[in-house]
């Protein structure tokens, strides 16, 4: 399991959260709503991996920023040939020099995407005490539901993925506003305990025609 942790708290993301004051020991606790594999607006980074599967070979993906499909795979492990034959070809080819057209094209996390994969999240409630102890066991009842319920309704809890496999090419544009296309190169089991199935992805920053996008 790819998200196993030494300890469970570790695996969660806090999506909101907010004092409490229990009546009977007069103490302040933390109520949170927290996932482990949150929607994608509550990711702290750009992509996250949450199934890959060596045998159909596919991975899949959860993405925060903004996706389109290139039209055509790339079934080489060859900067060179991606950065000066591929690209250049793309921009001639669909007469697109500054990659506008996809762009324009592109959705946020890739909900536009053939066949993206919609889930609703399961939050948990977990609840903290002054030490930061997760006492959810024993205080999760104690908590008013309204509470719980003002929580849970300021949470965005659909998620949204993406099938990528060997070969496939996207526009990505991160939250940090660069563009980049996104090669999936290799899917794979690792070869070292506990040899977990991984998915490896190769970053170019599109940049336009009359600039070097990137260097082999």
């Not at 996706?67 to 793309?90: G, I």
């Amino acid at each position: 399991n790819r998200y196993e942790s030494e300890k469970l708290q570790d695996q969660f993301l806090v999506i909101e959260q907010t004092d409490w004051t229990y009546p009977v020991d007069n103490k302040s606790y933390k109520v949170q709503i927290v996932n482990m594999i949150p929607p994608n607006a509550y990711m702290i980074g750009d992509i996250m991996v949450i199934d890959v599967d060596t045998i159909s070979n596919y991975a899949l993906l959860r993405l925060k920023g903004y996706v389109a499909q290139f039209p055509e795979k790339f079934l080489f492990e060859d900067a060179y040939k991606f950065c000066n034959e591929y690209l250049p070809n793309y921009r001639t080819k669909y007469t697109d020099p500054e990659y506008r057209t996809i762009a324009s094209q592109s959705s946020q996390y890739g909900v536009n995407i053939v066949s993206p994969v919609t889930d609703t999240s399961v939050n948990h409630v977990r609840v903290l005490d002054p030490d930061g102890n997760d006492v959810s066991s024993t205080m999760e009842n104690q908590v008013p539901q309204d509470i719980i319920n003002n929580l849970n309704s300021k949470v965005k809890s659909v998620g949204h993925s993406v099938y990528v496999k060997i070969g496939d090419v996207f526009y990505y544009r991160a939250i940090n506003g660069k563009e980049f296309a996104v090669i999936v190169s290799n899917i794979f089991k690792g070869t070292l305990e506990p040899k977990i199935n991984r998915v490896t992805l190769r970053f170019s920053e599109l940049k336009g025609k009359d600039t070097q996008e990137c260097k082999p």
